[in-house]
């Protein structure tokens, strides 16, 4: 079965983050009223898997793979059956 896979990967509270400051002073220099901008990165994926779970599984190896586990946290944000 295939699944759709959406992982989010984004740094852990405290660590500074220069290109959410960055975003941060545009949309306020566009009068937008924004506060503690964060940037992440979100992953999408299909997989092939016999199982919802087998499928999460690998979703979360993956994420677990590509986080630096010193800076970033992860989660799988969403896991869906695809046709």
């Known amino acids: 079965m295939k699944y759709q896979a959406t992982i989010l990967i984004e740094l852990k509270p405290g660590i500074l983050d220069p290109q959410g400051r960055a975003v941060e002073g545009v949309l306020q220099g566009l009068g937008y009223r924004a506060q503690n901008v964060r940037v992440g990165r979100v992953l999408e994926m299909e997989l092939e898997s016999p199982s919802e779970a087998e499928a999460h599984r690998q979703a ?19 896991l869906k059956e695809r046709a």
């Open 60 to 78: 979360t190896e993956m994420a677990k793979t590509l986080a630096n586990p010193v800076m970033e946290v992860y989660t799988v944000e969403a």
